[in-house]
């Protein structure tokens, strides 16, 4: 079976953008991570704005990093984003979910 490529297809300018809507994502929403081995979860505050963006943000990377599995649902009052990869693509979940946290990642 083939691994997927583990590589981002986005630009330099629109990776900028698109951690840009992340990081403003995660300073109104985000609540908590739990790290796992095969990726994250992570928990925001639920309302339909915050679903809508984070729904927006999921679709967009799935398209620009097809190696990740994000899926998205409630919990209550929270969102919850669960993010898992292969082992290889991990760095890229660290920065994904460090620039939910508001952390400037190297571009």
Known sequence: ???????????????????????KLG???FLYVEARSDGAVLSFRNSEEVRTELS???DAEAICCSFLELSVHSEGERLILAISAPQDAMPVVRDLTASFQGAQTAD
């Open 27 to 29: 300073e109104e929403a």
């Open 1 to 23: 079976m083939d691994e997927p490529t583990i590589a981002c297809s986005l630009g330099a300018e629109d990776y900028r953008e698109r951690l840009s809507r992340i990081r």
């Open 56 to 58: 927006s943000l999921v």
